[in-house]
């Protein structure tokens, strides 16, 4: 599936590439644009050293994660970066995911059906890159997780939507990130 986004500070085009590094071309595409000193940053902890795939200008470590990743690694990088948030690949998961906007309100509901059982592991903020949205006329959106509860197979909560370019955008200019809000209609506002 081809997709793209355009960040609003520098007109940069967020889209697929070629697999560099041996890496998914999804996270070619959120590393591209981002300064190269500012990617694959090397921290070191007691004997363990690990490559963060991007730091933001804020100093918060931005990991990319489009496979499988076990719980101990997820327990053994958030040790080591500390200021993090991941960015866990879901656009195939996309179909699972049910969301429940409010017009005019920023804060939704979520529920995804087989979710990736280990973000269970994450202590650190997690955001989805749902991809394009119908509840957002098809714009690629990140979906944070800003509460997660697990009941038998399914990961519900409430989360915040960001659009791709403003996550892009705070990734690579520092620019706040401002969530999506699901627009009022006339009829509604009357």
């Known amino acids: 599936m081809a997709w793209h986004a355009v960040c609003p500070e520098c007109g940069f085009v967020l889209a697929q590439r070629e697999l560099v ?45 489009y496979g499988h990743l076990s719980e101990e690694e997820i327990i053994s990088r958030e040790a080591i970066y500390v200021l993090m948030v991941w960015l866990f690949h879901a656009v195939n998961a996309a179909p699972r995911i049910q969301l429940n ?21 994450c202590r650190r903020p997690v955001y989805l890159d749902i991809g ?23 990961l519900a909560g409430s989360g915040t939507l960001y659009t791709a370019e403003a996550f892009m955008s705070w990734m690579a200019h520092g620019v706040e990130l401002t969530p999506w809000v699901p627009p009022v209609n006339d009829r509604e506002a009357a």
């Open 101 to 121: 906007l409010r017009p005019g309100r920023e804060l939704i509901s979520y529920r995804w059906t087989r979710p990736r059982q280990t973000i269970a592991a």
């Open 132 to 154: 394009p949205c119908r509840y957002a006329d098809g714009a690629h959106m990140v979906l944070r997780l800003n509460q997660k509860y697990w009941r038998g197979g399914v």
């Open 21 to 65: 590094r041996g890496e998914a071309a999804w996270n070619q595409g959120w590393r591209h644009g981002i300064p190269k000193d500012r990617q694959f940053i090397t921290f070191r902890h007691n004997r363990t050293r690990r490559e963060a795939d991007v730091k933001c200008p804020c100093g918060t470590v931005v990991e990319l994660q």
